[in-house]
């Protein structure tokens, strides 16, 4: 009986948190025409969560770029089809790789931290305070965050594979040879940009979304003490991780079908 207890308590507790979720998402993008009026609130969470995850995004896909590109000549290499490096590094950084390893990066970088703030607003009572000032947390705090987050994804997502290009360019071209001719115009000829490019940007407005509400949930729902908020940090990493991994074979595979 006592399995059965602790099962049906665990049943609850899952529907119950999926509720406050959902309630929560539905509540923050019904706050948009808000936060766009008050755009300046958001510029700030662009500049916080976007420019100081610049650096780690930008140094990831260079080197991306680098391995993707020495990995792929000596494979082409086999076929006599080195001359497609620029089309094979384009394509793998703007439909897969840049979006996923971008949101990744995003999720350690700028969720942990949004996680973190927020647990620790709660901890400090900051949130209960601003209810007793007739102050909406969710319309003044998070709404921002998640709408910034939005926003930033893709842009650093563009900036990883602009990077990751350039990367495969100097690895390619410079150090191995490959005509510099053949590396551009295959890339100019078979990246679409409906179809690729596209596709990469639909990648990262949705992982965006889901990274950054998964950090906001994490740390608006945190125990209001130090172990509840570093519990909160870590499951956010994880939870984002497996969403973000397991929406891009969703997306992946309805791309493909379209």
């Known amino acids: 009986?006592?399995?059965?207890?602790?099962?049906?308590?665990?049943?609850?507790?899952?529907?119950?948190?999926?509720?406050?979720?959902?309630?929560?998402f539905i509540r923050l993008v019904g706050l948009f025409g808000s936060n766009m009026r008050r755009f300046?609130?958001?510029?700030?969470?662009?500049?916080?969560?976007?420019?100081?995850?610049?650096?780690?995004?930008?140094?990831?896909?260079?080197f991306v770029g680098f391995v993707l590109s020495l990995q792929g000549y000596y494979t082409l290499?086999?076929?006599?089809?080195?001359?497609?490096?620029?089309?094979?590094?384009?394509?793998?950084?703007?439909?897969?790789?840049?979006?996923?390893v971008s949101a990744l990066l995003f999720a350690g970088?700028?969720?942990?931290?949004?996680?973190?703030?927020?647990?620790?607003?709660?901890?400090?009572?900051?949130?209960?305070?601003m209810d007793m000032?007739?102050?909406?947390?969710?319309?003044?705090?998070?709404?921002?965050?998640?709408w910034g987050g939005i926003i930033a994804l893709p842009l650093l997502s563009?900036?990883?594979?602009?990077v990751g290009i350039l990367g495969g360019w100097m690895v390619g071209v410079l150090m191995i040879g490959v005509d510099a001719g053949s590396f551009w115009s295959q890339m100019q000829g078979g990246v679409d940009v409906w179809k690729d490019v596209g596709n990469g940007v639909v990648k990262s407005?949705?992982?965006?979304?889901?990274?950054?509400?998964?950090?906001?949930?994490?740390?608006?729902?945190?125990?209001?003490?130090?172990?509840?908020v570093s519990r909160a940090t870590t499951k956010t990493v994880v939870v984002a991780s497996l969403a973000v991994l397991g929406l891009d074979f969703i997306l992946t595979a309805m791309m493909f079908s379209i």
């Open 133 to 146: 000032m007739a102050v909406d947390p969710v319309r003044r705090i998070l709404g921002p965050r998640f």
């Open 77 to 100: 290499q086999r076929y006599g089809s080195a001359e497609a490096l620029g089309l094979l590094v384009a394509l793998s950084l703007v439909r897969e790789l840049g979006p996923v």
């Open 158 to 162: 563009a900036v990883f594979s602009a």
């Open 205 to 228: 407005i949705v992982f965006g979304v889901t990274v950054t509400f998964v950090a906001l949930l994490q740390g608006y729902e945190a125990q209001p003490t130090p172990e509840g």
């Open 1 to 24: 009986m006592k399995f059965i207890a602790n099962l049906g308590f665990a049943v609850r507790s899952y529907l119950s948190g999926l509720g406050l979720g959902a309630r929560l």
């Open 40 to 62: 300046g609130l958001v510029r700030d969470q662009v500049h916080f969560l976007g420019n100081y995850s610049l650096a780690i995004i930008a140094v990831s896909g260079l």
């Open 109 to 129: 970088r700028a969720g942990t931290s949004l996680t973190a703030e927020i647990g620790l607003m709660k901890a400090g009572e900051q949130l209960s305070a």
